[in-house]
């Protein structure tokens, strides 16, 4: 490599790094307003609590590819049964290497987050989405995606994403997370009320829709 290829690859990754770490405290906010706000909530009676999950990265430096927060939701009062998880993923690029033929995923080359939840004693956990998942995550339509485990064919868990910077403002995060993940968490048929509660937000679909 010549000096002045060296030197041109140098500031892209420094203007990289740079764009990132100025990033930092806005997705520090971003992540503490959206735990806050789900803290605030019920779920079929029961509140969000910090689950101390081993796939939790917060406090890490955000130049990391995936950055996640896990909490799991029970019912009001001591020994109340746990009723669910939820996730939510903020992935700023890919953990490994893009190989085609890639799975049609809208999220695979842009920062998106992840919003995410189990009513099983389980967490999505970053590399859920990547493409190494391929046979796994599969699009239920209006934006929904679940995890169809490979033997059973039964879906265990559902997210919806969407761009990163489509949330801007405390009322982004009411609308398009928490008003339309309690109505999703909530129901007993998801196929009833996936459309209008996903209808205005700016869910990634896959290209086909």
């Known amino acids: 490599m010549d000096t002045d290829k060296a030197v041109e690859n140098g500031k892209i990754l420094f203007q990289s790094a740079e764009n990132l770490m100025q990033a930092a405290l806005d997705l520090d906010a971003l992540m503490e ?9 019920t ?3 029961g509140e969000m609590k910090d689950s101390s999950h081993a796939d939790d990265n917060s406090g890490n430096d955000w130049i990391t590819p995936i950055y996640s927060a896990n909490g799991e939701v029970r019912g009001k009062g001591k020994g109340s049964p746990r009723l669910g998880t939820i996730t939510y993923v903020v992935r700023l690029c890919g953990k490994g290497s893009l190989l085609p033929p890639l799975p049609n995923w809208p999220w695979l080359e842009q920062a998106s987050l992840f919003v995410g939840w189990h009513k099983l004693n389980d ?9 190494s998942e391929a046979d796994n995550l599969h699009h239920r339509g209006h934006g929904l995606w679940a995890y169809r485990d490979e033997k059973d064919r039964q879906d265990y868990g559902h997210f919806f ?36 509660a996903l209808r205005e937000v700016p869910v ?3 290209s086909s829709g």
């Open 33 to 41: 307003s959206i735990w806050d706000l789900l803290a605030e909530e």
């Open 43 to 45: 779920f079929l009676g």
């Open 123 to 131: 967490y999505w956990g970053p590399e859920d989405f990547e493409p």
């Open 161 to 196: 994403a969407l761009p990163l910077f489509s949330l801007r403002t405390e009322n982004d995060l009411k609308r398009f997370i928490v008003t339309p993940l309690k109505t999703l968490f909530q129901a007993d048929d998801l196929e009833a009320v996936v459309k209008e």
């Open 204 to 206: 990634l679909l896959p």
